[in-house]
Every structure is written in structure tokens, then in C-alpha cells.
Nanobody, 126 residues
């Protein structure tokens, strides 16, 4: 069983920055960040393989603005979000994939992840 706790959401103006944190208990093979806006499906934002954190992947919507990283000592994954836009407004979730050995790619679908955090609201005002 893996427990995930997100933090770092909030209200920010267009062009601003936020850093989300996802603290994980237990071993996982990958962490993904997803987001869900009202009336829309949950969508992939960014992901990273663990341990080693050498494979990352980003949605085209956030590439070059968001950066995913890890602090292995703290078992925490971060999502640094820069140049935020109004369309980035959503509830952001981190998700973990069970560890059955190392994985060689980042999964972008919700069904590929076994555990989910409670979500953190990000609101970007224009």
C-alpha cells in the first residue's frame, strides 16, 4: 500500500509559478501528475520513473513550462510550474504505480497507476 499526500496548490496570477509536492510512503516504480478541470476528464501532465528518476515525460500542453523532479531522500516528487496560464486551472493529483521492478517508460493513462492522492487545487487568475 502506498499513501500519497499532495501539497503546494493555491491561487496565482497568470505568468506566476507554483511548486507542487507529492510525498509518497512506500516504494513505487513511477509517479505521475494528472489534473482535472471542471467538466473535463482527468489528463496526464508529467511523470517520472523511480528509482533513479532518469526518465521523464510531459504533456505537450506543459512542456517547457513545467518540470518534474524528485528528492529520493524525502521520497517526494515535485512539479515546478512556471509561466502559468488560466487554462492550467484544475485539481492536480499525483499517482503512483506499484513497484514490480524498474520500468523503462512513463505511463500516461490513469489506469496505469494504482494509488492516488487527494488532489490539490491550482487556480490561475487572468
Amino acid at each position: 500500500q502506498v499513501r500519497l499526500v499532495e501539497s503546494g496548490g493555491g491561487l496565482v496570477q497568470t505568468g506566476g509559478s507554483l511548486r507542487l509536492s507529492c510525498a509518497a510512503s512506500g516504494r513505487t516504480s513511477a509517479i505521475g501528475w494528472f489534473r482535472q478541470a471542471p467538466g473535463k476528464e482527468r489528463e496526464f501532465v508529467a511523470g517520472i520513473t523511480l528509482p533513479g528518476s532518469d526518465i521523464t515525460r510531459y504533456s505537450d500542453l506543459v512542456k517547457d513550462r513545467f518540470t518534474i523532479s524528485t528528492d529520493n531522500a524525502k521520497n517526494t516528487v515535485y512539479l515546478q510550474m512556471n509561466s502559468l496560464k488560466a487554462e492550467d486551472t484544475a485539481v492536480y493529483y499525483c499517482a503512483a504505480r506499484n513497484y514490480f521492478g524498474s520500468v523503462t517508460r512513463v505511463f500516461t493513462t490513469t489506469v496505469a497507476y494504482d494509488y492516488w492522492g487527494q488532489g490539490t487545487q491550482v487556480t490561475v487568475s487572468s
